[in-house]
């Protein structure tokens, strides 16, 4: 895997093969990252990472400067690993690592975030997606003016929720975008 852009652009990072992950393709981190550039300038967002893996996306927010990334993962490996990358990259004060169950995380996290991005497992079933957007929304985990990405392939469909925006598709990697919902008048003052 590579790092795109920012501080370490173009350092190369080899993860152990014994990790059970599937890291973000280059081609689509880099165009969500272009989605997320005309947003957000990325040395004033705090990340929430769920189902970290190798720390892929965590990586690429804190060499682009975020102010924190909170990397939560249940693979005890994935977390060593992200720990490890981050001492290595001096990402310490940047990144923390959380090593738990995306759900027990969620349903017990404090605080909002102005980008969540989740990455589930791809065999995951459906319903766990749905959760995962469910507890964001409802627990207030995600800031007013925030957005949650989740990587999910073309079998999963999240358009359903009244927060969904856009799905975009690089390759068989999706992306689908959750807004908070904003009133009619607040688009009118814009």
Same mark, same amino acid.
């Given at each position: 895997?590579?790092?795109?852009?920012?501080?370490?652009?173009?350092?190369?990072?080899?993860?152990?093969?014994?990790l059970?992950?599937?890291?973000?393709?280059?081609?689509?981190?880099?165009?969500?990252?272009?989605?997320?550039?005309?947003?957000?300038?990325?040395?004033? !967002?705090?990340?929430?990472?769920l189902?970290?893996?190798? *720390?892929?996306?965590?990586? +690429?927010?804190a060499?682009?400067?975020? &102010? #924190?990334?909170?990397?939560?993962?249940m693979?005890r490996?994935?977390?060593?690993?992200?720990?490890?990358?981050?001492?290595?990259?001096?990402?310490?004060?940047?990144?923390?690592?959380?090593?738990s169950?995306?759900?027990?995380y969620?349903?017990?996290?404090?605080?909002?975030?102005?980008?969540?991005?989740?990455?589930?497992?791809?065999?995951?079933?459906?319903?766990?997606?749905?959760?995962?957007?469910?507890? !964001?929304?409802?627990?207030?985990?995600?800031?007013?003016? *925030?957005?949650?990405?989740? +990587?999910?392939?073309?079998?999963i469909? &999240? #358009?359903?929720?009244p927060?969904?925006?856009?799905?975009?598709r690089?390759?068989?990697?999706?992306?689908?975008?959750?807004?908070?919902?904003?009133?009619?008048?607040?688009?009118?003052?814009?």
């Open positions: 895997m590579r790092i795109i852009s920012g501080r370490w652009k173009g350092r190369f990072l080899v993860a152990p093969r014994n059970p992950v599937r890291p973000t393709t280059d081609m689509a981190k880099e165009s969500l990252f272009n989605i997320l550039n005309n947003y957000y300038d990325m040395d004033e !967002v705090t990340v929430t990472d189902f970290a893996g190798t *720390g892929n996306i965590s990586y +690429e927010f060499s682009r400067g975020a &102010l #924190s990334v909170r990397s939560v993962d693979d490996g994935c977390t060593k690993y992200i720990a490890a990358t981050a001492r290595t990259l001096e990402f310490e004060g940047q990144i923390s690592v959380i090593n169950d995306v759900f027990k969620l349903a017990t996290a404090r605080g909002e975030s102005d980008i969540i991005f989740a990455d589930p497992p791809y065999n995951m079933p459906a319903e766990k997606y749905n959760d995962i957007v469910s507890m !964001v929304f409802e627990r207030e985990l995600l800031s007013e003016e *925030g957005v949650l990405v989740v +990587e999910h392939p073309a079998t469909d &999240l #358009s359903s929720f927060q969904y925006t856009q799905t975009r690089y390759g068989t990697v999706h992306f689908s975008f959750f807004e908070w919902e904003r009133d009619e008048e607040e688009e009118d003052e814009e």
